[in-house]
């Protein structure tokens, strides 16, 4: 089957829109394609408004997230493969979904599996889940 998250990621921006609320997402700016501005990257991720009155051009299509957008005054179009949008949700109260991998997307800790949190045997170890984590700035 195809991925879920370009349909995902559409439905909760559009409902976060219908509820008078700004839509956000936080991207893994280490995934292959990804175009954001990356003095505005920390921990490897960026947090980005894409509501309309912040960005022209929303087109999210079922590969990629892209539009155009100024970053300190500075026009840019940015381009986000829809496997690097680790999360969804609205500014005001939080509300959204974060995105776990899918069969067939990038490991996010690399192709070695060390900080997976299972054992060679498949149980879960004292070793760190690997998944990213979510924080929300305000």
Not at 36 to 53: D, R
Not at 80 to 108: C, H, R, T
Request: glycine fraction near 14%; charge should be negative; hydrophobic fraction near 35%.
């Amino acid at each position: 089957m195809t991925s879920s998250r370009p349909y995902l990621v559409r439905a909760f921006n559009e409902w976060i829109l219908e509820n008078d609320c700004t839509p956000y997402i936080v991207v893994d700016a280490g995934v292959q394609g990804v175009q954001v501005p990356t003095e505005h990257v920390a921990n490897g991720q960026i947090v980005l408004n894409i509501s309309p009155g912040a960005v022209r051009g929303l087109v999210i299509g079922n590969g990629a997230l892209e539009f155009s957008a100024r970053f300190g005054g500075v026009p840019m179009q940015v381009f986000i493969p829809l496997q690097a949008v680790m999360a969804v949700y609205a500014k005001e109260n939080g509300e959204g979904m974060v995105f776990g991998s899918e069969p067939g997307s990038p490991d996010p800790e690399g192709p070695d599996g060390d900080t997976t949190g299972t054992g060679d045997d498949g149980q879960s170890g004292d070793r760190p889940s690997g998944r990213p984590t979510l924080k929300v700035v305000k």
